[in-house]
């Protein structure tokens, strides 16, 4: 059973840093692309960030590129997103989401709980 | 940017009634869209891909159609479980981006 795992949010102030976890399990990890998905309150879904299985590629939403980093570490099955110069617009549950692509179609087909991080003073 | 925009926002369906989504793109994305279902406090749920492929488990009643620039999610015979906001998603360029969402509530 694929389980998707996030930890780390809470409250920090502008301008603080976060470091978030999503720990996989059941599947092979570093065969797959994965992804950050959020959704602030009470608004719909924004694609954060994806890295590709071996971690050689990654991709950014303009809102967040030169802030955000994403990494992983295949050897502990964990997906990471480092989160600089956070802003009030940052604040979201943060969705930890596993890619599929078969016969050039992707999709994301499975997600984790989420977790809230909350950018206020 | 490919800017995906759905309508209604919402729908109010009867139960047995069938509800039709719609999403369109402002470029084409040709057959790469997914759908998604979310519950209020639930993370969202893998409907379609491929614009009209059913995910694994999903039920039949659930389907999707079109290519380019317009899609459709139809659902044949709404049930209580399937009242819910639903997000259509493309994957065919970067940044991936999602629709605004419809939230089908019961009438």
Same mark, same amino acid.
């Given at each position: ?80 997103l ?40 | 940017?490919i800017?995906m ?10 139960? /047995?009634?069938?509800? @039709? %989504? !719609?999403?369109?793109?402002?470029? *084409? ?7 998604? #279902? =979310? ?12 614009a ?15 290519? /380019?620039?317009?899609? @459709? %999610? !139809?659902?044949?015979?709404?049930q *209580? ?7 259509? #998603? =493309?994957?065919?360029?970067w ?13």
């Open positions: 059973e694929v389980q998707l795992l996030e930890s780390g949010g809470g409250l920090v102030q502008p301008g603080g840093s976060l470091r978030l976890s999503c720990a996989a399990s059941g599947f092979t990890f570093s065969g797959y692309t994965m992804s950050w998905v959020r959704q602030a309150p009470g608004k719909g879904l924004e694609w954060v960030s994806s890295i590709s299985g071996s971690g050689g590629f990654t991709y950014y939403a303009d809102s967040v590129k030169g802030r955000f980093t994403i990494s992983r570490d295949n050897s502990k099955n964990t997906l990471f480092q989160m600089y110069t956070l802003r009030a617009e940052d604040t979201a549950v943060y969705y930890c989401a596993k890619d599929h692509c078969s016969s050039g179609s992707c999709r994301f087909d499975y997600w984790g709980q989420g977790t809230l991080v909350t950018v206020s003073s | 940017e800017v925009t759905q309508s209604p926002a919402t729908l109010s369906v009867s139960p /047995g009634e069938r509800a @039709t %989504l !719609s999403c369109r793109a402002s470029q *084409s994305v040709s057959s790469s869209l997914a759908w998604y #279902q =979310q519950k209020p406090g639930q993370a969202p749920r893998l409907l379609i891909y491929g009209s492929t059913r995910a694994t488990g999903i039920p039949a009643r659930f389907s999707g159609s079109g290519s /380019g620039t317009e899609f @459709t %999610l !139809s659902i044949s015979s709404l *209580s479980e399937d009242f819910a906001v639903y997000y259509c #998603q =493309q994957y065919h360029t940044p991936l981006t999602f629709g605004g969402g419809t939230k089908v509530e019961i009438k």
